[in-house]
């Protein structure tokens, strides 16, 4: 085997090893912040909750208020899992009162 054939079998190997390890974080990650952001979503959706907006209105605002605090932290999430905090928070204050 060439030396060069070696070391690219040697990194192909690395490169799959990182792989893993990130398909394996990732999962862990969302929930770190999804825990982390939990009570802020149920706050916001909750006050939000009995106001008049309609249903569509009171989604954009908790996008937007969740969205603002997160960046103030110094944290980003995706669209994506910020709407799904919002929607777990809506659940969860429905089966609250």
């Known amino acids: 085997m060439k030396i060069r054939q070696w070391f690219q079998m040697i990194w192909n190997k690395m490169v799959r090893a990182f792989k893993s390890f990130i398909d394996a974080a990732i999962p862990l990650v969302t929930q770190i912040l999804l825990a982390e952001f939990k009570d802020l979503a149920i706050n916001i ?8 907006l309609s249903n569509e209105e009171k989604r954009k605002q ?3 208020e969740i969205k603002t605090e997160v960046t103030r932290r110094g944290k980003s999430l995706s669209d994506s899992l910020i709407n799904l905090l919002i929607e777990l928070s809506y659940q969860y204050v429905q089966e609250k009162f």
Request: aromatic residues 10%; without cysteine.
């Open 62 to 64: 908790a996008f937007i």
């Open 45 to 52: 959706v909750g006050t939000l909750q009995n106001t008049e």
